[in-house]
């Protein structure tokens, strides 16, 4: 944990008193959990990162409370409370534990992610511990039908680049090619048999991956064929242009990094009969 982390994890900890003598919270206080997460909870802050608190509790609570906040007027949202801490240091809202659950029920990778690497700081009943606990047992520990719709996704994402590469339309296919980057990403994640973070740092620990330490630089070069500047010249062969051959060659590594850790599956050569 840096120093800016360690800031704002004590900051953390004085507005948990704080919280705990809310007029509302207070009273369910016993019940309910809280946990720090975003960039505290990784360690990595910045002078960009804040405060980001989630309470949890169970669905009769989070009904009451929501219903609380709306009467004492804290609140004019109807479909559950967001508030920003003193200065906009940071901001609390709440979920219930049978959401979270669903996260790993539903595969919400991104969520999942989150959660697994937040700190509860206030948890009297360890309700938020043992869930995490028992949900990321059973998570992931079959992660090749995972794998497969990834790699199913890049397949087709590939294919359909052709079609604004051939007809020069720039715009759909930097869209495409920053879609074939994404999910390079997401399936560097999956092959670990982990969860993968949302969009935004998706790549901050692309490096920490198996495939990521062989091939960031790689993804990272994929970006400098981008059609950026100007718009794709129709017509061309498909291996004419960069961002598609560099694109198939990405997949390709992706492919054998599959043969070589899960087993050599029909689909990986024949994706086009299971997208």
């Keep these: 944990m840096n120093e800016k982390s360690k800031e704002l994890f004590l900051l953390a900890q004085r507005y948990k008193q704080q919280l705990s003598q809310h007029p ?3 009273h369910y206080w016993n019940s309910i959990s809280l946990v720090v997460k975003g960039s505290i909870s990784r360690g990595n802050c910045d002078q960009y990162s804040d405060i980001d608190f989630v309470f949890f509790c169970n669905d009769d609570d989070l009904a009451s409370i929501n219903k609380d906040y709306l009467q004492a007027g804290l609140t004019d949202r109807t479909d559950g409370v967001f508030i920003p801490l003193q200065d906009w240091a940071g901001h609390y809202h709440f979920e219930s534990y049978s959401r979270l659950q669903a996260y790993f029920d539903d595969h919400y990778f991104p969520q999942v ?33 995972f794998i497969m719709k990834k790699y199913l996704d890049l397949s087709l994402t590939l294919d359909w680049l052709r ?3 051939k007809r020069g339309d720039q715009i759909a296919a930097n ?16 092959f670990d048999g982990q969860s993968y973070p949302h969009d935004k740092w ?14 960031e630089s790689d993804i990272t070069a994929y970006l400098t064929t981008f059609p950026t500047s100007h718009p794709p010249t129709p017509h061309l062969e498909l ?25 050599d599956y029909r689909w990986i050569d024949r994706w086009y009969e299971y997208a």
């Design 24 to 26: 509302i919270l207070s």
């Design 113 to 145: 992610w989150e959660f697994q690497q937040a700190i509860p700081i206030h948890d009297p009943k360890n309700v938020f511990q043992l869930l995490i606990v028992r949900a990321s047992r059973q998570f992931l520990k079959q992660p090749v039908q």
């Design 163 to 165: 079609h604004p590469l």
């Design 175 to 190: 869209l495409h090619c920053a879609k074939l980057v994404t999910d390079l990403c997401k399936i560097a994640y999956l």
């Design 202 to 215: 998706i790549a901050a620990y692309l490096s920490d991956t198996r495939f990521g330490r062989l091939y």
């Design 239 to 263: 291996e004419a242009y960069p961002c598609y051959r560099e694109g198939l060659a990405l997949i390709n590594h992706a492919g054998s990094f599959i043969r070589e850790h899960y087993g």
